[in-house]
Structures are given as structure tokens and as C-alpha cells.
């Protein structure tokens, strides 16, 4: 059932049509960068200064580039779709009928989003490391702490960044999967998720709410640059994930809650 | 009496309350097995409210149901596999072909082997005469084809049990005289059919039981020749002397007797047409014609519920 689902959502025009936006973000920034030159040290995003001097800080700056919104939009758009688009189809209740059985079925749409979520990641440092490696010279990284590290180990640690960024979008996704059993129409559910990383971002920023921050699922999202250090900090990272994981538990509950008394009207 | 296992639909006291107002109103339902159970009613009389409870995707605010002798929803992942349904029009993936969409229905349950995939939904496709279409794009078919495959996938293993709510919607007059066909065979075949419809001729023709709802309520429930019966017949005469015919048949005891032209007609009131015809010949009057009316099933559904086949308010 979850092969099945995965197959319907993945065969999807606007589905190939998002990965293809995140396969062009990154590719996009390493021509620019070649064109025209990096930003001098220190200036600009994260990453994109060293973007030229090594592939792995393409794909890296890739990740910086994407992380605070094409990728949550990405998301967004998979998990207000989830539910509401199949209401809105009217497929929603022919799965029922069917009987899918409402909490398997929720399973499913929460499993492939948590698989769309590891690929939105995965394809932003593919790509970046592709466009990066054919531009940019690939020797030994330098990493922030200023020691080096063997080209592959530094490729090694882009894809782990990528796994780290994946699952730092569960949080958003369990909470999209929730919004999108609650309406019947999918764009209301992706605007209101959207709304959510705005008004965490916005709220992360505020520092009278500081006692807010540690709580805001977008708090950590940049902790994935940890990696790219020496000896690598996992500190922030555990805390993403298992603040992640609260989220899922949180949302997850509600969504199954919502999902199993719900009437389908649609 | 029918004992439980004789039904294939069972409701007691079904109601469902939205925002205050009964949309289905403590109905009864009784479907024998192996009937062809015609569910009548206009528009927002109640018949997809509780199409959508009797398969489990609104829970009643009263009241139980059986499904195939099986509680309700306790039993809907052992049951539901034995009943195909169509319920409001059919819903399809746009950016599929036919066959895609019933694949991926096939698959997204218990109780389909995989193996036979294949076969079954090439069967299922030739039943309602979609095979040239299967490779196209669901977003690329016509309303009439959407109602094919929507009913293709109903198909796709033998069932106990089919609902299906206004299969004919967008069907051209060929594509109606073809779903009556497979309706008929169906139940031939010894599949209970409930099937909800606001077109009277399409329910007369096939159905073996009646359902009338009205404003949430069920109104009768019997079978089309016990209902057709109930509804007071009509005599209608052609006669030389109409005015003298219309007071000897009221005096007969025929109600709302009524005289236009040469002809006389009047509700039989239990009266036979045979005596009518003896008392009019006998008073000394020519009688052309003399033909008990037939009675429509829209006569027995006005005189039911005293107006004509409207949207309820």
C-alpha cells in the first residue's frame, strides 16, 4: 500500500515539477557563482563564499539557499495535498470505501511524506554536488574549523546533511498532514502550513519570546552546518531531531485523531 | 417477518443531524438479498446521506445498521471488500489512464490478489465497455466515461453487494440502455443491487423493491408491484352521454369523478372496472371505451407524498 501510494504521488506532474525546482536552485547558484564570482568572505549566505573553491560547498550552499524556503514550500505543498487533495478529488472516499481503513491510509500519506521529505533534501545536494564537482575543483575540503578532510569524507558528510535536513522537515510535515485533514481543499491546508514556517521564522526571530525558541520547530534548522565542522558537533542536531520527532508524535496524534471520526462529505 | 441473514441492508431509527436539521430522519431500511432495490427520492431528499452512512464515511448521529447481516461499522474492513459502490459520481486520479486508476484501487485494500490483477481489471473494463479507452488519461474522459469506470471498479471482483448512487448521471440514452442491461445481469447473477436514482423510469424498469424518501423520511418501502397496486387506480370511459355517465359512476362510489368532453374518468376507489362497465351499459348509455389506467410509479410517488418530484427545501 505505501509502494502503491508512493508510485501515485511520485507520477504526479506537479510532484516531478517541485524536485525539478530543487534540482534547479542549487544548479542555478553554482552557474551564477561561476559566472560571476563568489561573494568575498564572510559576505552572503552561508557556504556561498566557499562555493567555488570546492564542490561539496556548492552543494552545501545549496542547502543554505533552499532550506528556508523552497524546501518547506516543497513540503508544504506535499502534506496540505495529502488529505485535503484526495477529499477534493472525491478519491478520498472511494479509498474509504475501498476500505483502505482510515489510519492505514494515513500511514501511508505520512510515510511518503517523510519520503519526500528525505528526497526534496537528497536532490538539492545531488545536484548541488553534481553542478559543483563539474565547476568547481574537487580536492580535499576544507572544513569550517579550518582542518582538511579527504574529498570523499566531505562528500560523505553533504549527503549525511542531507539526511539531517530531510528529517528536519518531519516536524512541518506532521503538522501539514494535520492541517490537510481538517478541510476539504488542499490549497487552504498548503497556505495555512505555509503560514506556519513564516510565523515560526518571525517568532525565532523576536527575542522577547527567547523562551519560545527552543520550542519553534525552525530553531534548528540550521544545524545541520555542524557537520561541515571538526570534529563533527552533534549537539543541535540530537536536539532538531528529537524536537522533530515531538512534533511528529504531537501532530501525528491529532491528524490520526481527526482522521478516524472525521465525516467524508466530499 | 425476514430474519436478519435475509437482509442485505438493515437500518434502525439511521439519522443523521446537520447543524440542527435532519437531513435523514430515523428510516427503516429493509433490503432482501437478491433484490434489485430501487432508492427513490428527488434531490436532497436524503438518499446520499445515507448511502454515505450505510458505507461508513459519515457516522449517524442515531440509530444502527447491518450490511450483509454484519454490524456496522464494526465489521466495515470485513465487509466492505463484498460491496462495490459509486457514490456521488465517480472520482479518478486526472493525471492517470483507466487502468491505472483501478490499479491503484485494486491495491490500496485487503482481499485482492495481485495475481489476478490484471485479468480482472481487463474484465471488468470490457464489462462496461471501456477497453479501447483504459491507456487514456482519466483527465481526457467524458463524463460518461468517468460513470464507466467508476462502475468498472465496482466490478473488479464478484460482490455481494453493489450501491450504486445515479449510475446513468451524464450518460447518453445508449450508455443508460447499457448500465440498465448490467444492473439487470448483475442481479441475475445474484448480486443484491441498492440503487439510488430521481429518475422514476429508470428505477420502474429494473427494480424488484421500492424505497421512497422524502424530506429525509422514508416514506414507503415495498415491492414495485405491491406499491404500484396501493396507489388508487383510474377509470377512464368514452361515452355518448358523459354528463349521465359521471353521475352513475359516482354514484357507484368512484371518487373525483370528472367530465372533459366525451370522456369520464374517476378514481376506482376499489370499485371493479367490470361493474362499472355493467352499470353504464345497464343505465342505457354508449360506452366507446371503457380502460382501467395503468398507474406510474410517479402516480404512486405524487399520491405518496402529495406533490410532484421536486427539489426539497
Known amino acids: 500500500m505505501w509502494l502503491v501510494e508512493a508510485r501515485t504521488v511520485f507520477s504526479r506532474a506537479r510532484v516531478r515539477a517541485l524536485l525539478v525546482v530543487l534540482v534547479a536552485v542549487p544548479v542555478f547558484l553554482a552557474f551564477a557563482v561561476y559566472l560571476a564570482g563568489g561573494p568575498h568572505n564572510g559576505q552572503g549566505p552561508t557556504f556561498l563564499d566557499r562555493a567555488s573553491h570546492n564542490g561539496v560547498f556548492t552543494a552545501l550552499a545549496g542547502l543554505v539557499v533552499t532550506m528556508p524556503f523552497f524546501i518547506p514550500l516543497s513540503i508544504a505543498v506535499m502534506a496540505g495535498d495529502a488529505v485535503a487533495g484526495e477529499a477534493s478529488m472525491g478519491t478520498l ?120 525558541h527552543p520550542w519553534l520547530f525552525t530553531n534548528y534548522w540550521t544545524s545541520f552546518t555542524d557537520l561541515v565542522r571538526d570534529p563533527m558537533h552533534w549537539g543541535l542536531v540530537w536536539k532538531d531531531l528529537l524536537l522533530q520527532l515531538g512534533y511528529v508524535a504531537v501532530f501525528g496524534a491529532a491528524a490520526w485523531a481527526r482522521m478516524v471520526t472525521r465525516d467524508v462529505q466530499a | 417477518m425476514s430474519g436478519p441473514s435475509d437482509l442485505a441492508v438493515e437500518t434502525h431509527g439511521l439519522t443523521k443531524v446537520f447543524s440542527g436539521r435532519p437531513a435523514v430522519d430515523g428510516i427503516e431500511l429493509s433490503v432482501p438479498v437478491g433484490s434489485t432495490y430501487g432508492f427513490l427520492g428527488p434531490n436532497g431528499s436524503g438518499k446520499t446521506t445515507t448511502i454515505r452512512m450505510l458505507l461508513g464515511l459519515l457516522s449517524p448521529t442515531a440509530g444502527s445498521w447491518r450490511l450483509l447481516g454484519r454490524e456496522m461499522p464494526g465489521a466495515a474492513m470485513s465487509t466492505l471488500p463484498e460491496v462495490g459502490a459509486l457514490v456521488e459520481g465517480p472520482a479518478f486520479y486526472p493525471w492517470m489512464t483507466g487502468r491505472e486508476n483501478l490499479e491503484r484501487f485494486d491495491s490500496m485494500g485487503p482481499g485482492r490478489p ?200
Open chain 2, 114 to 313: 495481485s495475481r489476478s490483477r490484471r485479468a480482472r481489471i481487463d474484465d471488468a473494463l470490457a464489462r462496461v465497455g471501456l477497453t479501447a479507452a483504459a491507456g487514456k488519461k482519466y483527465k481526457a474522459y467524458s463524463l460518461g466515461m468517468r460513470q464507466r469506470l467508476g462502475l468498472a471498479s465496482a466490478l473488479l471482483v464478484p460482490r455481494r453487494l453493489l450501491v450504486l448512487d445515479e449510475p446513468t448521471n451524464g450518460m447518453d440514452p445508449q450508455g443508460t440502455r447499457e448500465i440498465r442491461n448490467l444492473v439487470r445481469e448483475l442481479a441475475t447473477g445474484g448480486t443484491t443491487v441498492f440503487l439510488s436514482s430521481h429518475l422514476l423510469s429508470e428505477v420502474e424498469q429494473v427494480c424488484s423493491h421500492v424505497g421512497v424518501m422524502h424530506r429525509g423520511k422514508l416514506l414507503a418501502q415495498q415491492s414495485l408491484s405491491d406499491l404500484l397496486a396501493s396507489a388508487a387506480p383510474r377509470l377512464r370511459a368514452e361515452v355518448d352521454q358523459p354528463e349521465e355517465a359521471a353521475q352513475v359512476l359516482s354514484g357507484l362510489g368512484l371518487d373525483d369523478v370528472l367530465v372533459a368532453g366525451r370522456q369520464v374518468s374517476g378514481g376506482l376507489a376499489g370499485v371493479p372496472p367490470e361493474l362499472c362497465c355493467r352499470a353504464l351499459v345497464e343505465a342505457g348509455i354508449g360506452v366507446r371505451m371503457l380502460v382501467p389506467e395503468q398507474v406510474s410509479l410517479e402516480d404512486a410517488f405524487v399520491a405518496l407524498t402529495g406533490e410532484g418530484f421536486d427539489v426539497a427545501g
Open chain 1, 93 to 212: 472516499r472511494y479509498l474509504l470505501i475501498r476500505p483502505a481503513g482510515r489510519a492505514r491510509l494515513l500511514a501511508a500519506k505520512g510515510a511518503v511524506l517523510a519520503l519526500f521529505c528525505m528526497v526534496a533534501a537528497l536532490v538539492v545536494v545531488m545536484a548541488g554536488l553534481l553542478a559543483g564537482v563539474v565547476l568547481f575543483p574537487h580536492g580535499p575540503v576544507v572544513t569550517l574549523s579550518g582542518t582538511t578532510i579527504p574529498f570523499l569524507d566531505g562528500v560523505g558528510r553533504s549527503l549525511l546533511a542531507s539526511l539531517v535536513v530531510g528529517a528536519s522537515m518531519f516536524g512541518l510535515g506532521a503538522m501539514g498532514l494535520f492541517v490537510s485533514t481538517l478541510t476539504d481543499v488542499p490549497i487552504a491546508a498548503m497556505a495555512v502550513t505555509i503560514g506556519l514556517v513564516i510565523v515560526s521564522g518571525i517568532l525565532d526571530g523576536v527575542s522577547q519570546v527567547a523562551f519560545l
